[in-house]
């Protein structure tokens, strides 16, 4: 059974940082290109994080400068780093995976961004 669990959502004060993981289990984790996507309120949901097999990554504009994503194949595990995170960072971040025709996504975390 495949599973995506996210962890480190959570409530920051504006101009905080906060580090996301993915932890997968079921999949072969070094062939997937991993991402993460986030959903605010009344928005749909958006790429923010990119992250493939062979290590490149895409940030969107959005987020760049301030948002690294990172993968440890070994764990099979992708990390978020967010840094100087703003009000309209508040969402749900939700992870993916991606090989070929199949696709999987988890459960989300909450990241709320408020003083």
């Known amino acids: 059974q495949v599973r995506l669990v996210e962890s480190g959502g959570g409530l920051v004060q504006p101009g905080g940082s906060l580090r996301l993981s993915c932890a997968a289990a079921?999949?072969?984790?070094?062939?997937?290109?991993m991402a993460w996507y986030r959903q605010a309120p009344g928005h749909e949901r958006e790429l923010i994080a990119l992250?493939?097999?062979?290590?490149?990554?895409n940030i969107a504009d959005s987020v760049k400068g301030r948002f690294t994503i990172s993968r440890d194949n070994p764990k099979n595990t992708v990390y978020l780093q967010m840094n100087s995170l703003r009000p309209e960072d508040t969402a749900v971040y939700f992870c993916?995976?991606?090989?070929?025709?199949?696709?999987?996504w988890g459960q989300g975390t909450q990241v709320i961004v408020s003083s």
């Open positions: 079921g999949i072969i984790f070094r062939v997937y290109d």
């Open positions: 992250i493939k097999s062979g290590g490149t990554t």
């Open positions: 993916n995976a991606r090989f070929m025709a199949r696709e999987y």
